[in-house]
């Protein structure tokens, strides 16, 4: 099998007919979002979810996010306390995940939430929820790479990794965000920032007036995403704060942190020469992905400063440096 490609700039009325077919006979197919392309299934059938867990080869106890097309279909499937829907109301659609209450018996299966009581739920900007209007069912969607891969942010990053196990992908050009959302929990009236993402720590503290409780260092426990420590690799190494290029490595850096050493490098990037960190987001894993193929050893990466955005930077570069298994 090889993936048909569908143009959504071009072709959008077909897009959306052959992806709710596809949809609708239980297969997943992929699609993008403002943050990476995702892999997306209906979210109330357990055999179509089995086989976004099966192209993946993602571990099942890893639950998925599901995505539904506005805040009253988000009430038909979780319960929101006054934080929660504050946090919707100024974020949605966008990068943001609510892990929420499960409504009981409100049709999303065990096997996308892993049998949790919760659900993960957001409204993604743009085609994926007038998507997902027409069909009036929640998509599951992790994102569409092989487990422990760097995410895609194209339709030819899917191609690639995914093409040959996919009878769908919808192409909308290169994903604006650039990394995966930000995943929030509220509990007894206080914010958890599961994951940094697509919306910065500092803008979520400015809506809710509270101080955001973050985990300490790579999160190890189930809720966490990319939830192992190794996550988001190259086949590359990657060496992290980087002040200097060392034989057979590839760099990465940001804006006019001064790098010595740069002439043999196999490749250089640059995520934003302006130091904008939204540029350098949506730049990260596409340029991740062309070092790696430049036939680098390794991958130094240039330090990157941790705010706003780039703190989910560095939390992806954290877990694409991790010791491997
Ligand atoms: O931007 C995104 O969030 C992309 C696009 C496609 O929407 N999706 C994405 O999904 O990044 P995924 O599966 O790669 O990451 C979802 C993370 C998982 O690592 C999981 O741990 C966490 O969300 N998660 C999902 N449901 C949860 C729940 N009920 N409780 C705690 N964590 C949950
Ligand atoms: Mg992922």
Redesign the pocket.
């Known amino acids: 099998m090889t993936a048909e490609i569908i143009d959504i700039r071009q072709n959008r009325e077909r897009a959306l007919a052959r992806a709710s077919t596809v949809l609708s006979e239980g297969f997943p197919i992929a699609l993008p979002?403002e943050?990476?392309?995702?892999l997306a299934a209906d979210a109330t059938n357990p055999a179509a979810i089995t086989r976004i867990y099966e192209t993946k080869g993602r571990p099942r106890f890893?639950?998925?996010?599901c995505?539904v097309a506005d805040f009253a279909m988000a009430e038909r499937y979780a319960e929101f306390d006054p934080i929660s829907r504050k946090l919707a109301e100024a974020f949605w659609p966008g990068?943001l995940?609510l892990?929420l209450p499960l409504r009981a018996g409100s049709g999303i299966h065990a096997l996308a939430?892993a049998g949790?009581d919760?659900?993960?739920i957001?409204i993604?900007r743009g085609f994926a929820g007038e998507l997902i209007r027409v069909l009036d069912r929640p998509l599951a969607?992790?994102?569409a790479n092989t487990s422990g891969k760097v995410s895609p942010t194209s339709a030819a990053h899917v191609a690639e990794d995914l093409g040959e196990k996919l009878q769908l992908i919808l192409d909308g050009g290169a994903a604006p965000v650039g990394v995966?959302?930000t995943?929030l929990r509220v509990e007894d009236g206080a914010v958890r920032m599961?994951?940094p993402?697509?919306v910065a720590g500092e803008e979520i503290e400015r809506i809710t007036g509270l101080p955001l409780i973050r985990a300490e260092g790579p999160v190890a426990i189930?809720?966490?995403?990319?939830?192992l420590a190794s996550h988001y690799a190259p086949t590359a190494a990657v060496r992290l704060n980087a002040s200097h290029v060392e034989p057979g490595e590839a760099l990465i850096r940001f804006g006019d942190t001064p790098i010595t050493g740069i002439e043999p490098a196999t490749a250089v990037f640059d995520l934003s020469p302006s130091g904008d960190l939204a540029q350098a987001a949506a730049n990260l894993f596409d340029y991740l992905k062309r070092a790696d193929a430049s036939g680098a050893k390794r991958i130094a990466i240039g330090p990157i400063p941790n705010e706003g955005l780039g703190e989910a930077i560095n939390d992806r570069l954290a877990r694409a440096a991790a010791p491997r298994e």
């Open positions: 979002t943050t990476v392309y995702g890893n639950p998925l996010i995505h990068p995940t892990i939430t949790l919760t659900v993960g957001r993604p969607a992790p994102s995966e959302s995943i599961l994951r993402g697509g189930i809720e966490a995403p990319g939830m």
